[in-house]
T-cell receptor, first 108, second 113 residues
């Protein structure tokens, strides 16, 4: 069983829509949860970071962790064409384990 | 700071050839790692290092060797390239293990014919 499962999509939304991305993880001991954003032909960059359960908001981005259901979510409000990228969830103990990544296209 | 640099950007090999992918970082990070990225499979850890002289295997280590003689450099060696090693390879570094941001290089696109 993979440590992190993520629907690879792809996901296409109109500009201004809310984008909802989700992952599940298998090990309840994980404490660190991250979302990386990867533009085409580039390396991933850290977008959001959450420790333990709860919500974290940064501008148009909100990350949620529900440890009781082992569920990680990322929401993008008022999506823009510049948000078009692949989004990878990751869990971190002594190493990072990534989901498959979801490719998002925001149509102008 | 240049961050994490990787060379080459692109490489084509024939089956059975060997080569080394170079990775360097100038952030004085102790932790470095190599990933491969394949469609639909996300990033998979090949090898990692927690400091000079210390390396360990990740999820998919077969066919790859690493060494860490300095803090700055972490080369990845393909011993005898196979078509299954066609992938995009990313090197990353961080200041620690748990809970630390990993900084990724721009990647090396490798094709094995």
């Amino acid at each position: 069983q993979k440590e992190v499962e993520q629907d690879p999509g792809p996901l296409s939304v109109p500009e201004g829509a809310i984008v909802s991305l989700n992952c599940t993880y298998s090990n309840s001991a994980f404490q660190y949860f991250m979302w990386y954003r990867q533009y085409s032909r580039k390396g991933p960059e850290l977008l959001m970071y959450t420790y333990s359960s709860g919500n974290k908001e940064d501008g148009r981005f909100t990350a949620q962790v529900d440890k009781s259901s082992k569920y990680i979510s990322l929401f993008i409000r008022d999506s823009q064409p510049s948000d078009s990228a692949t989004y990878l969830c990751a869990v971190n103990d002594y190493k990072l384990s990534f989901g498959a990544g979801t490719t998002v296209t925001v149509r102008a | 700071n240049a961050g994490v640099t990787q060379t080459p950007k692109f490489q084509v090999l024939k089956t059975g050839q060997s080569m080394t992918l170079q990775c360097a970082q100038d952030m004085n990070h102790e932790y470095m790692s190599w990933y491969r990225q394949d469609p639909g499979m996300g990033l998979r850890l090949i090898h990692y290092s927690v400091g000079a002289g210390i390396t360990d295997q990740g999820e998919v280590p077969n066919g790859y060797n690493v060494s860490r003689s300095t803090t700055e450099d972490f080369p990845l060696r393909l011993l005898s390239a196979a078509p299954s090693q066609t992938s995009v390879y990313f090197c990353a570094s961080s200041s620690g293990l748990a809970g630390n941001e990993q900084f990724f290089g721009p990647g090396t696109r490798l094709t094995v014919l």
